[in-house]
Each structure stands twice: as structure tokens, then as C-alpha cells.
């Protein structure tokens, strides 16, 4: 039976092989959480060689944290544009983000100051719970994306970026050219991945519905996910 299953699934064409694997990513998906928490001790990398389609299939991280947490699948894209204004005039009072990111751009656009307010979110938190990279003291790009992660790699200008990937363990899942995508899917990976196994993380519900919508007030314990600019 299991030979005639791979012998079928090796007859479609890429488009079906990528159906028929949501499908079955979507049956398992509350299983694999369990397996997840249940093993502590894994690593981003250990899950990845147990379930390698959790990357390699478009789709899969997102559809599995709708899977696990279906009431908060949308909130980070339907708050973001409320709150991207607040990010940039908070960010002005409390840090120098133009000098730290080396910016000299402009913002006339709505997407350039979602970007860019995208970026400056790890300035505004304490030390410990995110860290910006310093590129005068850390410039090879290869010993950073070993030490962050998961994190977003841009292509292009800070303010307008023509790629962008969320890279983790090694892996990247593309994410066209949106910065806000790109961190929807890092805090989709923080949550499926590493949410059951750290009870100290704060569940997705609160992160995407109340720690966006009172940013000033609230702390995300996991990590904020980096911008590498290239």
C-alpha cells in the first residue's frame, strides 16, 4: 500500500504534489504540534529533517498555524496598518533608528513607512528580548544568519525591498517582496514551532491581538525576528 502511494505521488506534476501535500500537512498538523512539545529538546534544524515539507511546500507554516490557531491567522495584517504610524512617531522620540539603520531614504509611500516601521520594532524593545546587528562590527553576512533565528533576509533598499525570504535553519521560504509577510511568517514559525516547547512564550493570541494593538505597554517575550539588508 505505501509503495502504491509513492509510486502515485511521484506521478503528479508539481502543482498536485504540492496539493496532496497540504492536504496531508492539514490532517497532521495538531499531531505534529504535540510531537513538537512533547520533545523539548528540538532544535528549528531537528524539526526541519523530521518534517522537511514544513518549509519546502509553499504554504505549510501558514497553514498549519490557522490549523492551531485559526483566530488570530489574520490579525497581524489587518492591525498592522493602524499601528505602522504609531511604530514611526513612537521610534522618533526613543531611538536615533535613521543613524542606527543607516538610513537616508524617504518615506512618501505607505509601503516605504511599513517597511521601515517594520525595522525599527526591535529598537523599541528591551535588551534581551531582541538585538539589532551591528554592521560595523559583525560584516560577513554568513556568522549573522548563524546567529539569528529565525530571520528575515531583504534584497534592495531598506525603505523598498525587491526579495525577501524568511530564512531559518538554513532554509529560506520566499515571501516575494513584502517585509510584512515576511514577519507574519517569522512569528508564525516562532509560534508553531517554538511556542510548544517554551511555555514561557506568550500564546499567538496574545501576541497578534493584544501586544500589536498595545505595543507601548506590552513586551513580546520571544524574540522580535532581524532584518539582514544586503
Not at 9 to 29: C, I, P
Not at 124 to 145: I, Q
Not at 187 to 200: D, E
Amino acid at each position: 500500500m505505501a509503495k502504491a502511494i509513492v509510486r502515485d505521488f511521484k506521478q503528479l506534476d508539481n502543482e498536485d504534489r504540492d496539493g496532496y501535500v497540504l492536504e496531508f500537512m492539514a490532517k497532521t498538523a495538531k499531531a505534529r504540534a504535540a510531537d513538537i512539545r512533547d520533545n523539548k529538546q528540538k532544535k528549528f534544524s531537528d524539526i526541519l529533517k523530521e518534517y522537511p515539507r514544513l518549509i519546502d511546500t509553499d504554504g505549510m507554516v501558514e497553514q498549519d498555524f490557522k490549523i492551531l490557531f485559526p483566530e488570530a491567522c489574520d490579525a497581524l495584517f489587518m492591525k498592522w496598518p493602524s499601528l505602522e504610524e504609531k511604530v514611526l512617531a513612537y521610534a522618533n522620540k526613543q531611538v536615533d533608528w535613521k543613524d542606527i539603520l543607516h538610513f537616508h531614504g524617504n518615506l512618501s509611500t505607505n509601503e516605504k513607512r511599513s517597511n521601515i516601521a517594520i525595522q525599527v520594532l526591535p529598537l523599541l524593545f528591551p535588551p534581551g528580548m531582541s538585538r539589532t546587528v551591528d554592521w560595523h562590527k559583525h560584516t560577513r553576512l554568513s556568522e549573522n544568519m548563524q546567529q539569528l533565528q529565525p530571520f528575515m533576509l531583504a534584497l534592495g533598499e531598506r525603505e523598498c525591498a525587491e526579495q525577501v525570504f524568511v530564512v531559518v535553519a538554513g532554509k529560506n521560504i520566499s515571501c516575494g517582496n513584502s517585509l510584512l509577510k515576511a514577519l507574519d511568517i517569522c512569528l508564525k514559525v516562532i509560534y508553531v514551532w517554538t511556542w510548544t516547547t517554551h511555555g514561557s512564550v506568550k500564546t499567538p493570541g496574545i501576541l497578534f491581538k493584544n501586544v500589536f494593538m498595545d505595543w507601548v505597554r506590552e513586551r513580546v517575550r520571544a524574540p522580535l525576528p532581524q532584518v539582514l539588508p544586503c
